[in-house]
């Protein structure tokens, strides 16, 4: 979002442009603030705000998901101490009850943001005629204004129908106009549930038909090709078995996205007008000035170092504070810590490709716990990605240190174990005119919520549910070559430069090795016969998912949507308690495809709202 914008956000706090507690309270259409905004700037005012909002949430609401995908996924531990948050940790346990805090504050947080789209949609209509036609716009203000609300709509309603399934209440213009607090239901008149996707694809589909190529000075905001991109992301999801619940399943889905897919690839670009490709390198996308216009920026979150901390400069659910525990004087919990499943599905064998037989559970630990003193034994040979998305004890951490004291790095390490996320922390460097003391909190990095090789693994799996699953290998292999292009080099702790180390990249994709790395890296393609088979090839894919994607807050939807949430977390559990004895007990059950509708919104709704029909 250009940074003018964020001037107005305080300014318009009146007009109601929060939503109260309840389900979807909403100040009486036509009160005396809205008068204020029936201009064309109070309207683009008010768009600001619905914008804004994508910055907030919390680490429980936030888009990021990093609750919702990475630690119910598998991917990341709550961390800190075992008393801190006691809602995420018995989320962390599967240990679910309807009463849970998380879950109201991921409704809620979700129809907000609906809400705030409808304002922009109400106001945009009262003056329709004003904000029409003016000379020299490609398009008229009244139809962007509108396809912009119509896109956050659509992405909130999607949001909820990630996390609470597709028979939720979708709230349109009409249910907006309808009343104070307009009660809609989940079921019809028969008891039926009433799934959402087709309001849901609507919203987007307009915003993909009315919103520009590209903003020429609101760099930040959704261009159509974001708009495509969400709207394959949905008919992927609608097309997903998903256990035979949540009305998805339709198999026509998967051509239609694949349609989409390549219309984005030929043509998709960036606000920049930079078409889409993949960045030169992993690395890249997670450095502060160079990650917003690298070529894979689809639907990204632009962050500012200036301005109001709570709106511009945090990530959504602030995942950069939460990274570190008063390391060097930073302000930091000590949540998120990446579990060692994820961490050592990283491990590859001879020919560079992950152990996708999951053998890697069988070997010994990649980091060991002795009292305080973490090992980490940097021979085993990685993908190189795990040292950008996460941090080893004995690898350097950004331009911090080389980790070796857990102290001012882990809280807890019984708790969160000995493993840091890192890709959303920034560098030291980047700090700009901020203190140390402040690195965790600030960022002008983007938060990438869709990037190019998503689409690139998207499509490969669009290719072998329509049947030419062989052709699937080209994109998956299009992702592990970029994977090639960096490595972590060892650094002196001292003074943070580069130094002699005998560890190595083995580069398979080039046939070239790196010299002075921070471990024993290696990297290879997968052979056209791993795609041989659907099996063999949705196997590959899903891999890559995880290995590119880890602690981007994608994975346990993944494991939903496939119908495999039961099989991959219970094996998930069974490995992770040999290390972390706090999952002794977890089960999970494979009935779980999506989580309960809040019980107070159920009470709020007095009826009108129905529990999901996986948790009744």
């Not at 500012?304 to 930091?332: D, F, K, R």
């Not at 499509?459 to 299009?478: R, S």
Request: glycine letters at 8%; aromatic letters at 12%; one cysteine or more.
């Amino acid at each position: 979002m250009n940074l003018k914008k964020f001037l107005y956000i305080i300014l318009i706090a009146g007009f109601g442009l929060t939503s109260c507690s309840d389900f979807l309270s909403v100040r009486p259409v036509g009160s005396t603030d809205e008068v204020t905004f029936l201009t064309r700037e109070g309207v683009d005012q008010v768009i600001t705000s619905m914008y804004a909002k994508m910055y907030g949430g919390g680490q429980n609401a936030t888009l990021v998901n990093l609750v919702w995908g990475d630690v119910l996924g598998a991917a990341a531990n709550k961390g800190s101490t075992a008393s801190d948050q006691p809602d995420w940790a018995s989320l962390e346990m599967y240990s679910i009850s309807t009463n849970n805090s998380y879950f109201n504050a991921k409704w809620r947080d979700c129809y907000n943001g609906v809400f705030k789209a409808n304002v922009v949609i109400s106001l945009a209509n009262k003056i329709e005629d004003e904000l029409r036609g003016y000379a020299g716009e490609e398009k008229d203000f009244y139809t962007e204004a509108i396809a912009q609300a119509r896109f956050i709509r659509g992405l909130y309603h999607f949001e909820c129908i990630k996390v609470f399934g597709a028979a939720v209440p979708y709230v349109g213009t009409e249910e907006y106009a309808s009343s104070v607090n307009p009660k809609v239901s989940n079921v019809d008149e028969s008891g039926n549930y009433i799934y959402i996707w087709d309001k849901v694809e609507e919203d987007l589909q307009y915003a993909y038909d009315n919103l520009p190529d590209t903003w020429a000075v609101e760099r930040g905001n959704i261009n159509k090709w974001a708009a495509a991109a969400m709207l394959a992301k949905v008919k992927i999801y609608r097309a997903s078995p998903y256990n035979n619940n949540n009305g998805a399943g339709v198999v026509s889905k998967w051509t239609e996205a694949k349609n989409l897919l390549e219309v984005i690839m030929a043509n998709g670009k960036q606000n920049d007008g930079k078409k889409f490709t993949l960045a030169n390198t992993y690395e890249e996308l997670w450095v502060a000035g160079k990650s917003d216009w690298t070529g894979e920026s689809v639907f990204d979150l632009q962050e500012a170092i200036v301005g109001t901390q709570g709106e511009t400069n945090s990530t959504p659910g602030g995942i950069y504070y939460i990274g570190m525990a008063g390391a060097l004087g930073a302000a930091g919990f000590g949540f998120y810590m990446p579990t060692y499943d994820i961490v050592h599905s990283h491990m590859v064998d001879a020919n560079g490709l992950p152990l996708i037989d999951l053998s890697y559970r069988d070997k010994p630990a990649i980091s060991t716990i002795e009292g305080s003193t973490i090992s980490t034994d940097l021979s085993v040979f990685m993908d190189p990605r795990v040292d950008l998305s996460t941090g080893r004890f004995g690898t350097p951490y950004w331009d911090y240190t080389v980790l070796s004291s857990v102290a001012g790095w882990i809280r807890d390490l019984a708790n969160g174990g000995p493993f840091l996320n890192k890709k959303y922390i920034k560098k030291r460097a980047d700090n700009g005119s901020h203190s140390v003391a402040t690195v965790a909190v600030s960022s002008d990095k983007n938060t990438h919520l869709i990037r190019y090789a998503e689409i690139l693994l998207w499509y490969a799996e669009v290719l072998i549910e329509t049947g030419n699953h062989q052709g699937a290998c080209e994109y998956v292999n299009q992702v592990r070559a970029r994977a090639a292009n960096w490595y972590l080099q060892a650094a002196d702790p001292a003074n943070m430069t580069p130094t002699t180390s005998s560890w190595i990249l083995d580069d398979k994709v080039n046939g070239t090795t790196g010299a002075n790395a921070a471990g024993n890296y290696r990297i290879g393609l997968w052979p056209e016969s791993q795609f041989a088979t659907k099996e063999g090839a949705l196997t590959a894919l899903r891999f890559e998912r995880q290995i590119e994607l880890c602690l981007e807050g994608h994975h346990w939807f993944d494991y939903a949507r496939w119908g495999i949430a039961g099989t991959k977390l219970n094996s998930y559990l069974e490995f992770e308690k040999q290390h972390m004895s706090k999952f002794s007990t977890s089960v999970y059950n494979p009935a779980w495809v999506m989580w309960p509708i809040p019980q107070q919104q159920i009470i709020t709704m007095e009826g009108v709202l129905v529990q999901n029909e996986v948790w009744k």
